[in-house]
C-alpha cells in the first residue's frame, strides 16, 4: 500500500455546533425515522476534522485524505455495517445506506472511496461469493487493509453489461482462471481505487469454459504487488485530475493473459467444479446474469442518497445564509430586508426544501425494501425485482434533483456561492458525476419503465426491443398501480378528496395522489399501446419504431417515481405521533405535491386534467407555501440533519 499523507482538517473549520431547536430536533427525528439512532450516533461523535476536506486541497493531498480518513473511520466501528456478523459486520444492510448518507453530509470524495471499498468491492465478495471468499478476503476488505476496486465498466461498454469484452477463461490443465483484456476497449475505466490505493480487483468478465461463453462473471484479480508495483500482466493508468471527486483515485486496467486460481472466481451463481465443468442453480444465462446484477442493487441505492445528502448540505448553506444576508432596505423604515423574505428567493430555495423531505421519507422506505429483499434469501424475486425498479427511479430522480438543486444554491448565494471557502462549488463538482455512475439516468428510466410495462426482470432481459413490444401489448387495459405504502390510509385520502367541492380540492392529499396516479396511468397506457403498433412492424423496422417511443418511456417512469415518492411522504406523516410536526410537515408535503404538479403543468393543460384558473391557483399556492414555510426555514433545515460545523461555510461563520 502506498505511503500514506498525514494531513491536518481545514484550519477555518467551525467549532462543535450548539444542538438545533427544539422543533429542529423533532423534525429531525421524524426525518430520519428508523434510522435516527445510527444517524445520531454520527452526529454525536464524529466531528467537522474527520470528515470535512478543505476545498483548496491539491488532487493528490485530497487522495491521501481520503484514505486516511476512510482508515480511521473504520478503526471507530464505523463503515462496516451490511457485512456478516461472523466476519464482524455490525449493521443491516440498511444501516450500511443510513451510513452512506450520513458520510455524505461530510465529504461526497470520503464516501465515495468508502463506497467502492465496501459497498462494490466488499458487496461484490459478499453478494456473489460463498462462505469461503467470505472468510478469505471480506475481513481485509472490511478493515481497509486488503484495498480493493470493482472492475466493471470498460472503455467500451458501460451501461450494457452485457457485452464487456474481458475474458475470463477456464484453464484445465492448470485448473486456474485466464483475465484478459483482448483489445484496447476492453481495459477498465474509471476504477475507483485503481490509479493509487487498489491492490485487489474484482473483475467483471465473460467466463468461457469448454469453449462456451457462459456470460459475465466475477473474479477476484490481485493488480497489485506487496511492494506496490503493479502484479505481473497487469497495466494500471491513472485518469488524473478530474472535474470532481479529488479524493478519488479513479485509473484505468489492462490484463495481459493473466492467470489466478480457480478458487478466486466468486461462484455463489456459476462456477467451474473440481471436474472442470461449468455449474449453477441457475440455467438461464440472462436470469443469472440479472440475478447477480440484482444482488448489487445496494450501491444505486446509495448513490441516490448521497446526492440527496449533498443537496441537503448546499439547502442547509443557502438558507442559513438567506436567513442572515439582507440586502436593499425597506421602503420608509430604512430597515434592510433579508433575501429570505424576498418571494423569489422563497420561490427557489423553499420547493428544494420540501423535496429533501419528500426524498427522504421515500429514501427509508426503499432502504426498510431493500432489508425485506435481503433478509428472504432470495426466497421474494418479485420484491427483488419491484426494488430493483424502486431503486433505479430513486436514483435518477435523486441525482437529477440533486445536480439542479446545488447549483440553485450556489446561485442563491450569489458571488459568496462561488467561493471556495463556502462548500457549494465543492458539492456541486463532486456530485456531478452521480448522474451517470452507478447507472446512466438515461438507461435506468428505461429499466423502470421496461419493468413496469412487463412486470419481471426475466422477460425483458431476454427480448430484444421487438419483444419487449411484443409483450407489452399483451398488458394493455390491464394496467394496474399497485399503492406502495399505506395503502389503506391513502385510499382513504383519495376518496375524502373525491366527496369535496372543487375549490377546497387544492390542498387536499387525496386530490394530489388522484392526480399523480392519474398522470401515471395515462403516460402507461398510451406508451403501451405506442409498444404495440411497434410491435407490428416489419423486423427492419423495429428499432426504429421502437426507439421512437423512448421519450414517452423516460415519462412515464418519472410519472411512477413521482407517485412512489408522495405516497412514501403521506405515509410517513401518519407515523408522526407530535401534532405541531405533523401540522408543519402536512405543510412541507402540499408544497412538494403542489411543486411536483406545477412542473408538470403543460401535461396537466394538454390532456384536460386542469384547466388554466386550476393551473394559475395551483403556482399561487406554491408561492403562499413558500412563504408561510420561510418562517421556519431554520427549523426545517436543522430537520435534514446535518451538523452545522460540518458545513463549513465561511459565510456562516
Known sequence: MSTTVHTSAPSTTTPPAARPSATGEALRRALDGPYHDVKQRWRDTVTADDVVRDPSWPMERARAWALEKLLALIDRGFLVAGFPTAQGGN???????AQFEMLAMGDLSLVIKSGVQHGLFGGAITNLGTQWHHETFLPGAMQGTLTGCFAMTERGHGSDVQSLETTITYLPDSDEFEVHSPTPTAHKAYIGNAARDGRWAAVFGQLIVDGENQGVHVALVRIRTDEHAPAPGVTI??????????GVDNGTIGFDHVRIPRSQLLNRYGGVDDAGNYVSPIASKNARFFTMLGTLVRGRICVGGGAASGARKALSIAIRYAARRTQFRMPGLGQEIRLLDYQTHQRRLLPNLAKAYAYGFAMNELMDQLQRVTDA????????????????????TLTRW????????????????????????LIRQDAD??????????????????????GYAQTWGDMDLRGTAQATARMVG??????????????????????????????????????????????LESLAKRMRAAGKVAPQDAFAATNACQEHMLAAARAHTDRVVLEAFTAAIARVGDPYVASILIQVCDLYALTVLEENKGWLLEHERIDSTRAKAISQAVLDLSATLSSQAIELVE???????????AILR
Request: aromatic share 4%; glycine share 12%; hydrophobic share 40%.
Open 478 to 523: 390491464e394496467t394496474v398501480l399497485e399503492r406502495t405504502t399505506g395503502r389503506a390510509l391513502i385510499d382513504r385520502l383519495v376518496a375524502s378528496a373525491a366527496r369535496r367541492p372543487e375549490a377546497a380540492q387544492l390542498r387536499a392529499r387525496g386530490w394530489h395522489v388522484s392526480v399523480f396516479e392519474d398522470r401515471e396511468r395515462h403516460t
Open 237 to 246: 493508468g491513472d485518469q488524473g485530475h478530474k472535474g470532481g471527486l479529488l
Open 377 to 396: 434469501q432470495g426466497a421474494d424475486p418479485a420484491a427483488a425485482r419491484e426494488l430493483e425498479s424502486r431503486a433505479a427511479g430513486m436514483k435518477v
Open 433 to 454: 458525476v452521480f448522474a451517470t455512475f452507478e447507472g446512466d439516468n438515461t438507461v435506468l428510466l428505461q429499466l423502470v419503465a421496461k419493468s413496469l410495462l412487463q
Open 639 to 649: 430537520g435534514l440533519g446535518v451538523n452545522e460545523d460540518w458545513l463549513n461555510a
Open 91 to 97: 449493521g443491516t444492510q440498511a444501516e450500511s445506506v
Open 402 to 425: 440533486a445536480t439542479d438543486t446545488i447549483q440553485e444554491c450556489r446561485e442563491a448565494c450569489g458571488g459568496a456561492g462561488y467561493l471556495s471557502e463556502n462548500g457549494i462549488t
